[in-house]
């Protein structure tokens, strides 16, 4: 496993962050790690990268126990915090040189020719970084954090600020290091789950309410009901669809009706049986899913 998390508590004071988080992330796995604001993700992060002591549990990356002096276990590890510190008054290049220096890098200026070329930041090299887009600036923090080559990358909003074309970049270059790299990044932009996540892992007021892959919880929570959306040619009566079998309710929707079934009572057969029977023709039959903002919505109130 390149990133195991068991037993992680985290106190500030008498307030408890973090409650007994445990998960692990396969390599090569780019997971979304989600929650609302305060839920504990910076603290995680935090932890996960050796920045911050948990008072209970262990986390090991790459099969070493990160603590504060591993400086071994924290090679491994590329992090591009929320806030993105950085030099403003220096080059983008020389940034990055004095970034290699520190690592100790071997071959510093290859280095970080190759990380400029991979990061998209040719068009901006000579510039200084205070003088850079807010897009342009994430890719100056993600070429820092890939300049030791790490395994695993911890990425805390990565594309936040940034305008929809800068968010699509950084989405596409996530994507191009997470084929190489295990990836675990937070974000509040459910679409950025969906375009580039495996798996999401949720957590709600320091405690893990949900890890499954993005697919599975697109499909949504258990519930009591399913919804159907249909429309036909010419008007229908309610109250005959809503005598078909298994369903509980009709409702108007735009040009057609909601049609709310029990759980696991397909009633698509009876619908087009109806429309027969009654010379209706449908133009639109659809089964309502919840989205995966709705999903997030019901885990973590």
Known sequence: ??????????????????????????????????????????????????????TEGNVNVCGLHINGNNLEARRKIGYLPENNPLYLDMYVTEYLLFVAEIYKLDNKRKRVEEIIETTGLIPERHKKIGALSKGYRQRVGLAQALLPDPEVLILDEPTSGLD???????????VKLGEQKTVLLSTHIMQE????????IIINKGVLVADESAENLEKGIQRSTANIFI????????????????????????????????????????????????????????????????????LTV
Not at 29 to 46: D, R, Y
């Open 1 to 54: 496993m390149s990133i195991t998390v068991s037993g992680i508590t985290r106190y500030y004071g008498t307030q408890k962050a973090l409650d007994n988080v445990s998960f692990e992330i396969p390599s090569g796995q780019i997971v979304g790690f989600l929650g609302p604001n305060g839920a504990g993700k910076s603290t995680m992060m935090k932890i996960i990268t050796g920045f911050l002591p948990p």
């Open 164 to 174: 929809p074309n800068q968010i699509v970049e950084v989405r596409n270059l996530i």
């Open 193 to 200: 789950v969906q375009a580039i996540c495996e798996r999401v």
């Open 231 to 298: 429309e036909f040619d010419k008007p229908a009566a309610p109250e005959k669809i809503n005598a078909i079998t298994g369903v509980v309710g009709v409702a108007p929707k735009g040009n057609g009706w909601l049609v709310t079934a029990k759980a696991g009572k397909d009633v698509r057969p009876d619908l087009f049986r109806f429309a027969v029977e009654n010379d209706l023709i449908i133009l639109t039959l659809t089964i309502e899913r919840e989205s995966l903002e709705e999903v997030f919505q019901s």
